[in-house]
């Protein structure tokens, strides 16, 4: 039963309870980053780890916290740990922090980061915190991945900044579309992925 729980914690933020999909939170930033494949993923990449990590350290620190405060101290724990992600994407990716600029500072502001701390972690085990920011930051890094996908190859002919589609396809017509790495594509990209997956799960329509 236990183990059952756990899975359920871990894998249903990957469709039935999917923050973007269902929660309809980090919206923002899925329309910010992924006008290219390899920004996405270490967005994706980031958000996991911070939501994970907070999650388990508000969860250590959520019988020691008075209720008045409890914000505060989530919002230092959750900027604590972008700061040092920002860090590390400058030593070691720079090239992808300047593509991100000013998105990875606002991971804090992010939705999913303080509804996932106040639903979950305050209320649930280390563990159990750890599996739900899993899944939740892998929830969340999979549909900026579809949608980068689709943005990078129709809008640019490139995935991770190498050429997909053949020269021929160019000399007979082929134009790549512009308005694709545009921000409103975004939108529309998320809003066909949504209608898919409200297709697929009859019990998330609406009555």
């Known amino acids: 039963?236990?183990?059952t729980k756990k899975k359920e914690i871990l894998l249903n933020p990957l469709s039935?309870?999917?923050p973007i999909l269902v929660q309809m939170l980090g919206i923002c930033s899925a329309l910010a980053v992924t006008a290219k494949l390899e920004p996405a993923i270490v967005m994706a990449v980031s958000v996991t780890a911070v939501v994970a990590f907070s999650n388990v350290i508000i969860s250590l620190l959520r019988k020691t916290i008075p209720n008045r405060i409890r914000i505060i101290v989530q919002l230092v724990v959750v900027a604590t740990l972008v700061t040092i992600v920002n860090e590390v994407l400058k030593a070691y990716a720079y090239d992808v922090s300047k593509q991100l600029s000013v998105f990875v500072g606002l991971i804090i502001t992010n939705c999913i980061l303080m509804g996932r701390l106040?639903?979950?972690a305050l209320g649930n085990t280390p563990w159990d915190s750890f599996l739900d920011g899993?899944?939740?930051g892998a929830g969340y890094g999979i549909i900026l991945v579809i949608v980068a996908f689709f943005r990078e190859l129709l809008g640019s002919g490139t995935l991770f900044g190498f050429q997909v589609?053949?020269?021929w396809c160019y000399q007979h017509g082929y134009v790549n579309n512009g308005l694709m790495i545009m921000p409103p594509m975004?939108?529309?990209v998320v809003a066909c992925i949504i209608w898919v997956h409200r297709s697929k799960n009859k019990?998330?329509?609406e009555k």
């Open 16 to 18: 039935k309870n999917n």
């Open 186 to 188: 975004a939108l529309i």
């Open 1 to 3: 039963m236990a183990q």
């Open 203 to 205: 019990d998330l329509q």
């Open 118 to 120: 106040e639903a979950f």
């Open 134 to 136: 899993v899944g939740n």
């Open 165 to 167: 589609i053949p020269d």
